[in-house]
């Protein structure tokens, strides 16, 4: 249960603040200096033909199958924070397909302008991961 209610979490965090940015903000390929950060509207282009899309869905179906059977197994994922963990990272990445599914490319809005621009989405996902790693039992 608290894989589905972090992934949905996140989900919605995420397409919520990338329809913010998509919204109200402007594109620009303008850095800030450091160490300040800002949001901005950046469109990171992923995939442009559909053999590619249907790479990265295969790719996180697989991942999410991984993931479901060592749940139900009892493999891994003993812990809570485990469980969480695997749903921010499952969320996260529902996210980002869900952007490069509709358009061909994913919304990034936070620049630090000395590290690469990312979202929610890669913040539950890196995250999420670290979280869910960290806390195997």
Known sequence: MEILVAGILVLALDQGTKWWVRTYSSHSDRRPSPPRI????????????????ASLTLSWVIGFISVWLLVSTGAALQTELAR?????????????????LRRSAVTDFIDFGWWPSFNL?????VAGLVLAFGSVG
């Open 84 to 100: 969480l963990g695997a749903g921010a990272a499952l969320g996260g990445a529902a996210g980002n397909l869900l952007d490069v």
């Open 121 to 125: 989405a890669d913040v539950g996902i």
């Open 38 to 53: 800002r949001v901005i509207h950046i469109v990171r282009s992923t995939f442009s033909h559909r053999r590619g899309r």
